[in-house]
């Protein structure tokens, strides 16, 4: 009960406020960048609430180490700690550390969740370097990621996975060496049926599960064809056919391709407007920080909105959408509300509990806004974080989601070194009010609309378009 009354006090507080809620508080840099030091207030030994780390903040570097019950090490990440090294901001809470990995100026709190830490003495007495971990036997190594995965992994349940079952199934086949150990681990991340569980090697091979719903009903349509041999050669067909349906038939010839094509508007119809979302990630070069990425995306929105502002409703696409950054989720859809709006909590899970990581908030851009009809079209193809947008856009008065449920793969990657291969895992749960999380399951629509059928493969998502502005054309005139 006490719970449910906290909750509600949450969305009496952001529904009523028309104010944007600044929640920075103390916020500081890790790095003293003019010292070239660390933050002398955050140096030491911490222990991470979830996610199975430790911080060593010495006086000139944050190392990074990661640890289960038999274990712990150095840990080979070097884009966590180049970013802990760099952009990293903290608060610090009475004892516990919270730690935003990336600088987003004065948005930084509100377009990322925090990490937690708390104060420890000194690092475990077992703890061995990269270059000790790396010469483990295979069988240790495999010992090493069942716990990594026993002990982190959110959804064993959800999944179907009993990590003893695996480990007496498969413990004896990685003594051949590292190559059996790779392909033992990469079996195991398949079964997990989890296209965010993945096991990596040093030259970029990836092992993880790859099937979905719409990939499957593709190749169904390309072994009762003759034309195309390759089934690559299909499957990217059926991309480009259906982007090039997007700019020549839903919008006729006259839309705009913006944030390094990552994005496509125009309108539909004299009182529809239409935003494909390609990627949640790269919008500028690789070259450039985060926060140049969202800032120049504001940029190009707010050209987007302000077109927008004479039409009734506008279509939100993420029926391709592979995902991206939460932090490009959150700054889109902050241009469709006029007051912050709770969306979920994030969850991190670690030894059969979870703990609260951070409330996620839609908070209104700063700019100009729609608020009247959005409909977001979504398919099991949006993964990801255009998951998590769908879930934030669920949350403001003015969304409908339409499509079908999306692939069911919201949770983070949590990173962690294996031998010398890269293994990543979902230990990341996002909890609505309800108590309800769309891992496994997908984000459900609003409005049901079948998206891809067999009959159609190469037309049925522009068809699906067509008949989504019909719907919103009879709910206008019904009003």
Known sequence: MRCSLYVLAILFFLGCTKKKVNPTNNLQSTFLEGDNRINPLIQGVWKSIGNGYFLEARKDSILLYSYTKSFSYKEKNDYLEGLLNSQSKFTIREDTLGIYLTDFGDKTQILQTKKDFVKVDRLPANTIRFSELAELSPEKS????????????????????????????????????????????????????????????????????????????????????????????????????????????????????????????????????????????????????????????????????????????????????????????????????????????????????????????????????????????????????????AMMMSALPNVKLVGTNTLGTLSGMLGKSISDFYTTYSNQRLLTADGEFYEVSGVNPDIKLKIFTKDDIFQSHKNAVFNLIKTIEENKNSR
């Open 142 to 389: 495999f010992t090493l990621y069942l716990e990594t995965m026993q002990e982190n992994y959110a959804f064993s349940e959800r999944r179907n996975l009993n990590w003893n079952e695996l480990l007496g199934r498969y413990k004896d086949s990685v003594s051949s060496g590292k190559e059996a150990l790779f392909n033992t681990m990469g079996k195991i991340a398949t079964l997990t049926k989890d296209q965010h569980t993945k096991v990596i090697s040093e030259t970029g091979k990836t092992l993880q599960y790859r099937i979905t719903p719409t990939a499957e009903i593709v190749k169904e349509v390309f072994k009762e064809q003759s034309e195309v041999e390759d089934l690559n050669e299909y499957f990217d067909s059926f991309f480009k056919t259906n982007y090039k349906n997007i700019s020549d038939s839903l919008l006729q010839g006259n839309g705009q391709k913006i944030a390094n094509d990552k994005i496509e508007w125009g309108q539909l119809t004299e009182n529809i407007g239409y935003i494909h979302i390609h990627s949640f990630a790269g919008f500028l070069g690789k070259e450039f920080s985060r926060k140049q990425q969202i800032d120049s995306l504001n940029t190009q929105m707010q050209k987007v909105i302000e077109t927008f502002q004479n039409k009734e409703a506008i279509i939100i696409d993420v029926s391709f959408n592979f995902g991206g950054y939460d932090a490009t989720a959150l700054t889109i859809a902050s241009y469709f509300t006029d007051i912050p709006v709770w969306s979920h909590t994030s969850q991190v899970y670690n030894n059969g509990e979870f703990y609260d990581e951070d409330n996620v908030v839609v908070y209104p851009a700063d700019s100009i806004r729609f608020t009247k009809p959005v409909y977001v079209l979504m398919t099991d193809i949006s993964r990801s974080a255009a998951e998590g947008f």
